[in-house]
């Protein structure tokens, strides 16, 4: 079974710092990783992805989020945060072996919050 | 192009009545999937489905619960006879037809309460 972990139910940030929030996960074979941000009362926004290819992958509003498959970790970062960012934030994984479209397992969310 | 939509956005049943949540995906999308949100909690998987067929209902409790996604129409999620346990956050979301690896798009969910 797959599984997504994150460590920290919330981070505290300065506005103008970086961030980063903690995403481990425990797949068979090779998997597709996602990160998401969710405002309060809406749905979940995607913000990138990590199928192959270079580790670092970029995304939405100057996040990016780091592959390491010796650490089975997906951690979402971003080099100076605005206070427009706070937010939940869930990673999620599905294996690729699956093929094509799949349901995606979620962790159970990090709140993010950055002070002015 | 219209996003996910869900209706109705919020939804309140007495204990023993049904719940029905609909969703219609964005244009030119023929995967759908449904996920259930507890308070404090992520969100868990229930069922994937595409045009008229049930590919994955692993996450979907056994009584109770059904999908369906009609070859015109939007997709369905019905519960019976709901119980306070249900009370929850129901999300869909849907992916473009093929292999690839594709992200989910996901509606505004549904927020079902109980009394």
């Known amino acids: 079974a797959q599984s997504v972990a994150q460590p920290e139910d919330q981070v505290n940030v300065a506005e103008g710092n970086p961030l980063t929030v903690k995403c481990t996960y425990s797949v068979s074979g090779n998997p597709y990783l996602f990160w998401y941000v969710q405002y309060p009362n809406r749905g979940l926004q995607f913000l990138l992805k990590?199928?192959?290819?270079?580790?670092l992958v970029k995304g939405s509003y100057g996040f990016e989020a780091e592959f390491n498959k010796s650490q089975t970790s997906f951690h979402l970062k971003k080099p100076s945060a605005l206070v427009s960012d706070s937010a939940l934030y869930f990673c999620?994984?599905?294996?690729?072996?699956?093929?094509?479209?799949?349901?995606?397992?979620f962790g159970k969310g990090t709140h993010l919050i950055i002070q002015p | 192009n219209a996003g996910v939509m869900q209706n109705p956005r919020h939804l309140v049943r007495r204990r023993g009545q049904e719940a029905r949540l609909r969703c219609s995906p964005m244009k030119g999308h023929s995967h759908v999937y449904w996920y259930r949100q507890l308070p404090e909690e992520g969100l868990k998987f229930m069922v994937y489905l595409q045009k008229e067929n049930i590919i994955d209902e692993s996450g979907m409790p056994k009584e109770r619960f059904s999908a369906e996604f009609p070859k015109e129409g939007p997709s369905i999620l019905r519960i019976q006879q709901v119980v306070r346990g249900d009370s929850a956050a129901y999300f869909c979301?849907?992916?473009?037809?093929?292999?690839?690896?594709?992200?989910?798009?996901f509606g505004p969910g549904t927020r079902l309460t109980v009394t």
């Open positions: 990590y199928i192959t290819g270079d580790n």
């Open positions: 999620a994984v599905r294996a690729s072996a699956r093929g094509g479209a799949d349901g995606l397992t």
């Open positions: 979301a849907s992916s473009p037809p093929g292999q690839g690896a594709y992200e989910q798009y």
